[in-house]
């Protein structure tokens, strides 16, 4: 994974567009009524991590590179999408390839701005756009075993595949998501290989209003967090106005209006942070003249897996791996210092890298 990407979905006149613009810094339209938003629009955002400025300071680096997440903003869901009602239909193919959803959710009360169904109700809501991308994959199982079937007939080893989908046919049809159903490791190989939806985890962004500030906790987020539990998913407030005020300030400023409010962080920051927890993902660094990097992988990744990040002969001609952590580097005022302090480790093959670590791979070319 050299990128973390997020499809956004919810209904419309949620605030889904008020914050990917806040989230990209990028002008689409968010006006006050339904479908405004017709094309995908994507965005990529640093993932700041102040890490890699220390060590962008003491390298004398000429660049610094941070990890990047990809938001894809999808047009405003409606009841019966997936059939063609609205513009949502067009663009569901558009998250089949990100690796998590995050599913605004209107927690605020304003008469200014219309609900589609007329009335705040966030698990409705919740449970109007997972009907959609139920049915939606339903679609696409039906029309991928009517293929497979047929090639099954000569293919004996496409039998799994099949029993694999009819299972999640039956699944979907008691309108459940898919990450719901129990599936074995060979099943779960299985349906790797089709971009489903509702295999995808969910991290929903429950929007408030800015009365609810600092605490962003109302009655509806309650319930909003409630739903999630039971789902293993996670909710994460935000309050899109104030990110779109934030996203027109200097990070300095930013950071003083923050603090002035009684909040540490940005909604952005605490969305990709819960983004990174929901999908087990961490970042190692890299630091030397040239750049400081941050690079993202999964938790449990082998430092050999983790230099094919960098470049696929990294991992094929791996000898080993010098590992720092962060602490140590920056007690010791760089890798020198570090190793003549004992604190830089020889690694193999199979080490499993943890967040932070500064690494420098060994390898044969």
Not at 81 to 97: P, V, Y
Not at 130 to 141: G, S, W
Not at 166 to 173: C, E, I, S
Request: overall charge negative; glycine content about 6%.
């Amino acid at each position: 994974m050299s990128n973390l990407s997020c499809g956004i979905v919810g209904l419309p006149n949620v605030g889904k567009s008020t914050l990917f613009n806040a989230l990209t810094r990028k002008s689409i339209p968010s006006e006050n009524y339904p479908f405004c938003t017709i094309d995908p629009n994507i965005g990529i955002v640093n993932v700041f991590d102040p890490r890699l400025l220390v060590l962008t300071e003491q390298s004398k680096s000429q660049k610094t590179v941070f990890a990047t997440v990809t938001f894809v903003d999808i047009a405003g869901l409606v009841k019966g999408a997936s059939l063609g009602e609205g513009l949502g239909n067009q663009f569901l193919s558009h998250i089949r390839e990100t690796d998590a959803i995050i599913q605004v959710v209107r927690c605020f009360e304003d008469d200014q701005v219309i609900h589609v169904s007329g009335r705040i109700d966030p698990i409705q809501d919740i449970e109007v756009i997972n009907l959609e991308l139920i049915l939606a994959d339903l679609q696409m199982v039906e029309n991928s075993l009517q293929r497979i079937e047929k090639q099954a007939k000569g293919k004996k080893e496409l039998l799994p595949a099949v029993d694999l989908l009819k299972k999640a046919r039956d699944h979907l049809n008691q309108n459940l998501p898919l990450r719901k159903c129990p599936l074995n490791p060979q099943e779960l190989e299985i349906a790797a290989k089709y971009p489903f939806l509702t295999m995808k985890k969910v991290l929903y962004a429950a929007n408030v209003s800015e009365k609810d500030l600092p605490s962003m906790e109302n009655p509806f987020v309650q319930k909003v967090r409630e739903y999630a539990a039971s789902e293993g998913n996670l909710v994460v407030p935000v309050c899109a106005r104030l990110e779109e005020e934030l996203s027109q300030l200097s990070e300095e400023e930013g950071r003083q209006y923050l603090q002035s409010i009684g909040l540490k962080e940005s909604g952005l920051d605490r969305l990709i942070r819960a983004a990174f927890e929901l999908l087990d993902l961490i970042t190692y660094l890299t630091t030397g003249e040239l750049e400081s990097r941050a690079w993202t992988i999964r938790k449990g990744t082998n430092a050999a897996a983790a230099a094919g990040k960098i470049h696929s002969d990294l991992e094929k001609g791996f000898i080993r791996a010098e590992v720092v952590s962060y602490e140590d580097i920056v007690r010791y005022h760089g890798r020198v210092g570090a190793r003549e302090a004992g604190k830089a480790r020889s690694e193999g093959r199979e080490y499993i890298v943890k967040d932070g670590d500064v690494i420098l791979f060994y390898h044969s070319s």
